[in-house]
């Protein structure tokens, strides 16, 4: 399928405490990451297919947002590295229906699982992105299921490196190594999410920039930025606000080595956005454009 590559720019993620913001503010942002999740409800019918009630509402905003910027998609439902139950056909075919309608310049999922089995034939959500192992038996299950979705969705498609709290014991390989080989097995491409390798880094002990060193960053289609906070011994990705001055060093710093960077997406989560207000965005999209174009980094 496709893999073609687009020059964005800035990027914002879009949450549903934004919905004016988008449309009151479209010079801030040059295209708009959507997470497909949020605009539909899952259920399934009588036969067991997985159905997908849309919201009209958000598609009027979606539509009226395609018209004027790129969009983006950031799946959250995959659940590539469910070993058995979470993965489904039913889903990716969702998203192909969205990739006819909306044309995504690329595809996005996170290197994670989200479901366990749970009695037959059924499955439970977690709520919450769980690192998959680093060996060989995940590089071979991930594989197969990236191969269904570039066949299935005519976009790029990029994998998301996680944030973990703990670390899996006798791990095969280094998660740099295991990133890069997954890219040259699938073709797939690289969102690399410099904060949560900053919140790795803290949490763990290890420096970021000898993570970046293992990468290949020719893989790196699109960058996110966020913030975070200290909670009870561990630092957070929480979205919660301005992104830390040690993430925006790891931009200026690895922006020069991204032959085929796409954009740049910062995230807020929208509960935070009617808390700290819409001047703390502004100002954050502000920023990343002046770092942007620093870098030659413009649309």
Known sequence: MSQRRARLGVGLSYQG?????????????????????????EERGPDGALRFRENPEGLRLLDWVAA???????????????????????????????QRRYHFAWLS???????????????MD??????????????????????????????PFLLENNVFYYQLPEQELSE????????????????????NLHTNARNHGFSPLDFLEALDLSQVVELHIAGGYEWEGF??????????????????QVLPRLPNLGGV??????????????DILLGELRRLRGVLERHGGRP
């Open 176 to 195: 740099p190594a295991f990133l890069k080989r997954l890219g040259e097995r699938t073709g797939s491409g690289l969102l690399l999410d410099l904060h």
């Open 265 to 278: 997406v910062f995230e807020m989560f929208g509960n935070y956005v009617p808390l700290l207000g819409t």
């Open 109 to 123: 999922e996170h290197l994670s699982f989200t479901r366990l089995p749970h009695g037959p034939g059924e499955h």
């Open 235 to 252: 630092y957070l990705d929480a979205h919660s606000g301005a992104c830390p001055d040690p993430v925006w060093e790891l931009l200026e």
């Open 126 to 155: 977690l709520g919450v992105m769980l690192p998959v192992p680093y060996d060989e038996d995940t590089l071979e299950l991930l594989a197969g299921r990236v191969a269904q979705v570039r066949q299935a969705v005519d976009a």
């Open 68 to 98: 004027r910027r790129p969009l983006v998609a950031h799946s959250v439902g995959m659940s590539l590295g469910s070993a058995e139950g979470g993965f489904s056909p039913d889903y990716v075919a969702q998203l192909a229906r969205w």
């Open 17 to 41: 405490s934004l919905r004016d913001f988008v449309r009151e503010h479209l010079e801030a942002y040059d295209f708009l990451e959507v997470i497909p999740d949020i605009f539909w409800t």
